[in-house]
Nanobody, 124 residues
Framework: QVQLVESGGGLVQAGGSLRLSCAAS????????MGWFRQAPGKEREFVAA????????NYADSVKGRFTISRDAAKNTVYLQMSSLKPEDTAVYYC?????????????????WGQGTQVTVSS
């Protein structure tokens, strides 16, 4: 079991930047896929980005590609989502998640551990 604690959400103007952090604990992370998802009110949870912990290979939703960067710091057991050029449509609760290597990273069912979420609000 992996425990995930998120931080870094907040209110930002359109065009601004935020960096979300997800501190992980509970087991070795070398075989994990770490993902970020988001959910707006009344909407389905949607994939944002994922990273293979060991190889640092990444995957992004088309809606955030070129604006968001997922990364991890092994020394801190932390995964980050660096968000820039934020748009009002990025407003959502953002969740980090952990799953195995051999999973389709873009679907929530692939992840067995979830953080509690952190609110990101982008104003016009």
């Amino acid at each position: 079991q992996v425990q995930l604690v998120e931080s870094g959400g907040g209110l930002v103007q359109a065009g601004g930047s935020l960096r979300l952090s997800c501190a992980a604990s509970g087991r070795s992370f070398s075989s994990l896929t770490m993902g970020w998802f988001r959910q707006a009110p009344g909407k389905e949870r949607e994939f944002v980005a994922a990273i293979r912990w060991s190889a640092s290979s990444t995957n992004y939703a088309d809606s955030v590609k070129g604006r968001f960067t997922i990364s991890r710091d092994a020394a801190k057991n932390t995964v980050y989502l660096q968000m820039s050029s934020l748009k009002p449509e990025d407003t959502a609760v953002y969740y980090c998640a952990a799953g195995g290597l051999g999973v389709p990273a873009v679907i929530p069912a692939s992840y067995s551990s979830w953080g509690q979420g952190t609110q990101v609000t982008v104003s016009s």
